[in-house]
């Protein structure tokens, strides 16, 4: 996925073996340098595309699929928050020199709203500035750590979450081996963050964590500990606030912050745990559109215009994805979850570029049904419902108005003043 030209002039864009895994320290590397390496296909205009070969022509039309399929995750206002927010604890707990809790952050939503692409694009924004940082004014080995310097660690919360599990699962992020009891598997789980000088250790999925059995109390009393490490915790899951991970937290009046103890119940590795201090989270969600109000209409239509601009239709219009009817109908088929937008989208544009229409109509999407592949690995929780009626005209429809917000209404009158 490169920016230049192979010895035949096309742009390559396969990718060469399978995708990054990202929870293993050379598949997070990996992934963090090519994040933004994909070159999309050349706009070209339908007599551009009958001049060329028959050849170039396939190639251009695998190019231009490739294309929609690595739109990427577009910037939204709900998740810029998520990533000011990041972008902010990351910084400030990385410069804090003195020993003690480190603040986290819980990132909270339903499913498909692009949790983990969020919160690991600001990990990896983060990192690539502090790693530039370390190579600029720590270039040697530091004493006393390992020669590998990990920032960021990105881990995926056991499905059936237990301390060991929990603990094997870090340790394979830095490939380090795996001790027999759980008492050594914990102190190379300390002893991993510290020597890589680890500053954020991202957990996903962190809601797996049911706490009606005691092996996820103690793995939830684990997580707690892990914030005495001078690592900045991020936990990501589907609506957190609500699945038991804050029970008995409360939000600071001043702060907004979430105090949260460890449970008092359940075989803890550490007992003491429920005497400690009190571990400190600030509380994000990441919510889908809102087209309510005119300020989500707006947001919703400039996120459709995001999109509409890295399609490849050469029957393409300005306005196809914002104009007329259509916002509202992607609404409705999608009930603004941007991970559903994106496979409605992706799904629609395969089937125009094969059945030769080249352009997008609420009536051509009404034949797409909103298809989440292979859902064996996800908690049902994790799986949004997706409406069901997909008729551009559905009978007695919401009604509103016109979006205006970029009217211009010209001068007020005199009868105004």
């Known amino acids: 996925m490169a920016d230049r030209l192979d010895e035949s002039g096309i742009v390559p864009f396969l990718r060469a073996g399978p995708a990054p895994d990202r929870t293993r320290r050379e598949g997070w590397q990996r992934w963090r340098r090519q994040r933004d390496l994909f070159t999309p296909a050349p706009r070209l205009s339908l007599e551009e595309y009958a001049a060329l070969s028959p050849r170039r022509r396939g190639l251009h039309d695998i190019h231009r699929a490739a294309t929609h399929m690595n739109i990427g995750l577009l910037e939204t206002p709900m998740s810029a928050r998520v990533t000011r927010l990041m972008r902010s604890r990351l910084r400030n707990n990385a410069l804090n020199f003195e020993p003690g809790t480190r603040d986290g952050l819980m990132i909270s939503g339903g499913g498909y709203l692009g949790k983990t692409e969020t919160v690991c694009a600001a990990a990896a924004a983060f990192e690539d500035v502090w790693r530039d940082l370390h190579h600029q004014l720590l270039p040697p080995p530091a004493e006393g750590t390992r020669d590998l ?63 009606h059995r005691e092996d996820d109390q103690d793995t939830l009393d684990l997580v707690r500990e892990l ?14 606030p609500t699945s038991g991970l804050v029970r008995g937290g409360y939000p600071n009046p001043v702060t907004g912050q979430w105090i949260v103890a460890p449970v008092s119940t359940g075989k803890s590795f550490n007992p003491a745990a ?41 029957r393409a219009w300005p306005g196809m994805l914002t104009e007329g009817e259509m916002p509202e109908y992607l609404y409705r088929r999608t009930r603004g979850i941007v991970g559903l937008l994106k496979r409605l989208i992706e799904d629609g544009t395969a089937d125009a570029i094969e ?63």
Not at 185 to 198: E, K, N, Q, Y
Not at 229 to 237: D, E, H, Q, R
Not at 375 to 398: C, F, K, L, W, Y
Not at 404 to 417: C, I, K, L, N
């Open 274 to 314: 429920a005497t400690q201090t009190e571990r400190r989270f600030d509380l994000v969600d990441l919510d889908p559109f809102d087209y309510d109000t005119e300020e989500g209409v707006t947001a919703f239509l400039a996120h459709l215009a995001g999109i509409e601009d890295r399609l490849r239709l050469f």
């Open 227 to 240: 914030m005495d490490l001078n690592v900045t915790l991020v936990l990501i899951g589907v609506d957190i």
């Open 355 to 417: 059945s030769g229409t080249e352009k997008l109509t609420p009536e051509q999407l009404a034949t797409i049904p909103i298809r989440l592949g292979n859902m064996a690995d996800r908690d049902p929780s994790e799986i949004p419902q997706i409406p069901e009626n997909t008729s551009p005209s559905p009978g007695a429809p919401r009604r509103r108005g016109r979006n205006t917000v970029f009217d211009d209404h010209g001068p007020r009158s005199a009868e105004a003043t």
């Open 149 to 211: 310097f990990v920032p960021v660690a990105y881990c995926r919360t056991p499905v059936r979450a237990t301390p060991k599990g929990l603990c094997a699962a870090i340790l394979d992020f830095y490939g380090a081996p795996l001790p027999k009891t759980l008492n050594a598997m914990i102190r190379a789980v300390r002893d991993s963050l510290r020597d890589h000088r680890t500053t954020a250790l991202l957990l996903d999925d962190i809601t797996r964590l049911r706490l």
